[in-house]
């Protein structure tokens, strides 16, 4: 175990900044349980950071920071149960290589593939469609070091309470050490890319998730195009699937999705006046595209234009209605969008404080680069997503507090229950986390 006294912390967005008092790496749980004890005693905090790809300030630490790296591989596969025991600072991108090369695969994913397993399980992270949305839906046990430093087993047979609630547990729980994946035989997805005019597109939205696997679609503001992008498995090995070949995903995925469209952004940041002709250059530059690849060369893309994003979770029935209004606001504000607004879709789930529990959920994505102010823009379309009963992303931005994230929450006491029980000493706080959970 290491420890030092760093210099400073910031996350990607380079939005939240921290100075913490100290540094540890830890290596293992007993190694977690020794620092957590350590920092109780004298009634400090510490929170574990992750890679910095939240939001939010959700990971900010106020004291002591723990750093992920020291918690990293893969503990074991057991094929038999089909499950792949990680630990819980390994970055998703490392697990998906390790899967691959063991001929599995996890059921779904986001389209980031940065994030510690930790950090995106603990905030809600999410793909689109399938069985299980969520990365935490795909947990069958956690092991996690609770506020008193000793080390506690869940799943679903043992401590089963907790593991309701601690799969998204915000890292208000206790810090997680490791993590144990449902997977899957490694498979062939089949990737369909293409355009269509908003109102075909959201006139058959509930037809496009019924014929697919997995829907992704993105509006571009200042337009009337909407790609539709759709993933489906193929009853195939992974030799047979026909990936883009490496010159076309340079340019679609490097020179295209991050070169240009970075210079898009930083011109449209100069001149906003050229926002609307910029987006429907860039929306008509939009071709048809198909491929197949095993499952995380689909589901994952680089994304080197730093970002700042806000995501909702609306009701399925309310998805649409909700998209149209955000696009009439931007209309009527004539704010100045560069970024597509993504559209998702989550089946329900049982998780206490998953943005999708209880409920099928539309996910409705909003974004600006980093250089333009997100204030207006993110605060008035949230006003329309609260209207439709939305739920924010937990590492993602909001201005949501305890008073009225709880009502959104049927489990909402079942959550603090348990938290009162594994950290009632709040070692596991800072801010953010006494604005959206109370003290």
């Known amino acids: 175990m290491s420890d030092t006294t760093p210099p400073g912390w910031r996350n990607w967005s380079r939005l939240e900044k ?27 905090t510490l929170k574990v950071t992750g890679t910095g790809h939240s939001f939010t300030p959700i ?11 020291g918690l990293s591989g893969v503990v074991g596969i057991d094929r038999e149960a089909m499950t792949a025991t990680v630990r819980a600072g390994t970055p998703l991108h490392e697990l998906n290589a390790e899967l691959t090369r063991a001929g599995l695969s996890l059921h779904n994913m986001g389209d980031i593939d940065r994030q510690t397993v930790s950090g995106a399980t603990s905030t809600g992270t999410h793909g689109t469609g399938g069985v299980a949305a969520s990365l935490a839906m795909q947990l069958s046990a956690l092991e996690l070091v609770t506020g008193d430093g000793s080390v506690l087993r ?3 047979t043992e ?4 593991f309701a609630v601690a799969r998204v ?18 498979g062939v997805l089949e990737a369909h890319e293409r355009t269509m005019p908003w109102d075909e597109a959201l006139a058959s939205y509930d037809e496009i998730l019924a014929a697919n696997h997995h829907a992704d679609l993105y509006w571009f503001p200042h337009t009337d195009v909407v790609q539709v992008k759709t993933n489906n498995r193929l009853d195939a090995e992974p030799s047979v699937a026909e990936p883009l070949g490496r010159v076309r995903r340079f340019v679609d995925d490097e020179l295209l999705a991050n070169g240009a469209f970075g210079v898009v952004n930083a011109v449209g940041n100069r001149a906003p006046r050229l926002v609307p002709p910029l987006a429907r250059l860039s929306a008509g530059l939009l071709s048809e595209r198909r ?9 994952t893309a680089p994304r080197r234009v730093v970002f700042r994003e806000m995501e909702y979770a609306v009701p399925r029935e309310a998805g649409m209605a909700a998209l149209r209004e955000a696009r009439a606001l931007v209309e009527k504000e004539g704010w100045r969008i ?6 998702r879709y989550a089946p329900a789930d049982d998780i206490a404080l998953s943005t999708a529990s209880a409920r099928d959920s539309v996910y409705l994505a909003f974004h600006v680069n980093r250089r333009t102010d997100h204030t207006a823009y993110f605060r008035g379309v949230e006003r329309v997503m609260r209207e439709h009963d939305g739920r924010p992303h937990w590492g993602k931005l909001h201005t949501r507090t305890a008073a009225d994230l709880a009502p959104a929450y049927p489990r909402w006491d079942e959550f603090q229950a348990v938290r009162d029980r594994l950290d009632p000493r709040r070692v596991f706080v800072n801010a953010h986390l006494r604005t959206i959970l109370g003290p």
């Open 59 to 69: 990971a900010v630490p106020e004291d002591v920071l723990l750093r992920p790296e």
């Open 154 to 156: 869940a799943s679903r």
């Open 291 to 299: 491929y197949s690849d095993v499952p995380h060369r689909v589901f």
């Open 18 to 44: 921290a100075r913490p008092a100290r540094v540890v790496t830890p290596t293992d749980a007993d190694e977690v349980g020794v620092i957590v004890r350590e920092v109780a005693e004298r009634g400090g």
């Open 169 to 186: 547990g915000l890292g208000a729980l206790g810090v997680l050490t490791e993590l144990t994946f449902d997977v899957e035989p490694l």
């Open 159 to 162: 401590n089963a309470d907790v």
């Open 338 to 343: 560069s970024f597509p607004v993504e559209i």
